[in-house]
């Protein structure tokens, strides 16, 4: 899923980007207000690994957290959508590792992300997360690589970070303490 300008799009297992309805659930989001703070403009290629060191240099703290929202010209992304699955649920790192991947070439877009603090780690991702939606809202994903061309760059920095649990009783039997083994499975 991405979410831009207040609009949410889901994005399919096959790399196309739909308009996110509002009976419409996810088992996991993280949002913020854009309060744009830092600017910066970046007009020569640049590689993934690139970008994410630019990036740490505009940052005054690795401690707090970032939304960042890149829009321009991009060489080429490679981006991947996860499959909906079924019970008994597998670890998304099980599910990556069969995901399809979608390289695209030449194209306009948006990426959009955070960047959290290490000490997330368990309930968000420390480091970048990237999702990409092209100008004419019709495709994306979850980056996985990519280059740059002429694009520029916003952040916001805050200090806040609100978690929601959800009200559902999977969630409630679950047993985390365990990596996560669901005690009981058929609850619902
Ligand atoms: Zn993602």
């Known amino acids: 899923m991405i979410g831009l300008d207040g609009r949410f799009y889901r994005i399919t297992a096959d790399g196309t980007a739909y308009p996110v309805q509002g009976t419409w659930k996810t088992p996991f989001a993280a949002v913020s207000y854009f309060d744009r703070d830092r600017k910066a403009a970046i007009d020569k290629e640049m590689t993934f690994p690139e970008l994410l060191k630019y990036l740490d240099s505009l940052l005054p703290s690795p401690n707090i957290f970032y939304a960042i929202r890149i829009e321009g010209d991009f060489g080429y992304i490679k981006t991947r959508s996860v499959p909906r699955q079924s019970r008994p649920y597998p670890k998304l790192t099980e599910v990556v590792a069969g995901q399809p991947t979608f390289d695209l070439k030449e194209i306009k877009g948006s990426l959009v992300g955070f960047r959290c603090p290490y000490y997330v780690k368990g309930v968000n991702v420390?480091?970048?997360?990237?999702?990409?939606?092209?100008?004419?809202?019709?495709?994306?994903?979850?980056?996985?690589?990519?280059?740059?061309?002429?694009?520029?760059?916003?952040?916001?920095?805050?200090?806040?970070?609100?978690?929601?649990?959800?009200?559902?009783?999977?969630?409630?039997?679950?047993?985390?303490?365990?990596?996560g083994e669901l005690k009981a499975r058929d609850v619902e």
């Open 126 to 179: 420390p480091g970048y997360h990237f999702h990409f939606i092209d100008s004419a809202k019709t495709k994306g994903g979850h980056v996985l690589d990519l280059r740059l061309g002429r694009v520029s760059v916003a952040i916001a920095p805050t200090r806040e970070f609100c978690l929601s649990l959800p009200l559902n009783p999977v969630f409630d039997a679950t047993d985390y303490e365990h990596q």
